[in-house]
């Protein structure tokens, strides 16, 4: 007999990006996987790997038609990114009556807002097993005052109305138990991981000089990236600050920014007014919705990530998958994929002053560079493949069944 599970996802870009991979996985493996999620405002990006090409803006709906190539069945609901208490309320509605009609063995919630919703949801409607993926919690030790205080209410919220809870970092899920958020044996920590095939910097030679050669820019140039969502919580606003610091000293250093817009957020971002703000207009290419990840990793010479708040971030382990130099701010979830020293440099968060240091420092030393870039690959081999994650979180999977047939 089939086991369903349903995926509660906030967007189907969201699905396609951070989710695709793990869920193929789950086919293999025997699972019916459905994906209840929202509808993405833009299409997908022109392809450098085969993917499906459809132009930005087009009005197609290209990631669900590429969920769906891949044998996964999407259902679109309202949904929405923050609170909106009438949006809210018809996703609910739809939910409910999706989950009903889907005769669902496990359902299977993500992302804050997902959380917040969908657990409540699936418990009134009679869902057998009800399990959650904390990504990252809202707070963390750098919070403070009304907005720990908030954060925290909201991951109770989700946690009392799952069976089970799923971590990304393992000091959110030794926080959790510490805490009493659930029973131990109904918490698992499960990692992340990135598709090591893709990921594997001899799948692509001569990437490095020819996306650089696109931009401009040749072998003298000292790249330093950026990539993610572009909201303030991801540390743009300190990147671009570090970036004129490291402009003044490194003439001939460059700046390559990959991110999504998330202008749906409350903390959006405009990374061009950014750049005019600090004189980088010649420095600095934006890129938005891009598939050739691999090669832009290979592009840089060094990865700067100030963000404020991770679950096991996916840009850390993409760009160590592809042997890139690490500097990213000491908060949990980025000091379990870098060891200061050793396969990157952490300092501390929002303190610009401390990350161009450590910028500086790697850029004035290619060995030391190159150095980190191995040692970092190596660790995320050993621990954060795809392939491994996906197989912690069926093994969760079957457990649950187990449990709930019993």
């Known amino acids: 007999m089939a086991r369903r599970v349903a995926h509660i996802i906030p967007t189907d870009r969201i699905a396609y990006y951070m989710q695709r991979v793990r869920l193929q996985y789950f086919q293999r493996a025997g699972f019916e996987v459905t994906i209840i999620c929202g509808r993405s405002r833009t299409g997908l990006p022109a392809s450098t790997e085969g993917e499906v090409q459809a132009a930005a803006g087009n009005g197609t709906d290209s990631y669900s038609d590429e969920l769906k190539r891949c044998g996964l069945e999407v259902i679109h609901i309202p949904f929405a990114r923050e609170i909106s208490p009438l949006t809210d309320l018809r996703c609910a509605v739809e939910m409910l009556s999706q989950i009903r009609c889907g005769d669902f063995d496990i359902i299977h919630s993500h992302n804050p807002k997902g959380g917040l919703l969908s657990p409540p949801v699936a418990q009134l409607a009679g869902a057998p097993a009800v399990i959650h993926t904390v990504h990252g919690f809202l707070f963390n030790e750098n919070s403070r005052g009304l907005s720990q205080a908030l954060a925290m209410a909201a991951e109770r919220w989700t946690a009392s109305w799952c069976d089970h809870l799923l971590f990304q970092s393992e000091e959110d899920f030794d926080f959790a138990r510490h805490h009493w958020f659930k029973r131990e044996e109904q918490l698992h920590l499960i990692g992340n991981g990135i598709d090591e095939e893709r990921f594997n910097p001899d799948r692509y030679p001569g990437a490095r000089q020819s996306v650089r050669q696109e931009f401009g820019w040749d072998s003298s140039h000292l790249v330093v990236g950026a ?90 382990l993409e760009a160590s998958g592809m042997g890139t130099a690490l500097v990213a701010g000491d908060i949990r979830g980025s000091r379990e994929i870098i060891e200061d020293g050793i396969t990157g440099l952490l300092v501390p968060t929002k303190d610009v002053s401390a990350f161009t240091a450590a910028a500086t420092r790697l850029l004035s030393n290619q060995e030391l560079r190159d150095e980190l870039g191995r040692r970092g690959r190596l660790r995320v081999l050993e621990r954060y493949t795809e392939a491994k994650t996906a197989a912690r979180i069926t093994t969760c999977y079957e457990q649950i069944l187990d449990r709930s047939r019993s």
């Open 227 to 316: 990539v993610g969502r572009l909201v303030a919580e991801k540390g743009y606003v300190e990147f671009f600050a570090i970036a004129e610091r490291l402009a003044a000293e490194f003439p001939e250093v460059r700046f390559l920014i990959v991110g999504i817009s998330e202008e749906d957020q409350s903390d959006a971002l405009d990374p061009r007014s950014l750049i005019e703000r600090h004189g980088l207009g010649d420095r600095c290419v934006v890129l938005e919705r891009r598939s050739d990840m691999p090669e832009l990793y290979l592009a840089m010479d060094l990865l700067i990530h100030p963000s404020y708040r991770e679950g096991l971030s996916r840009t850390l």
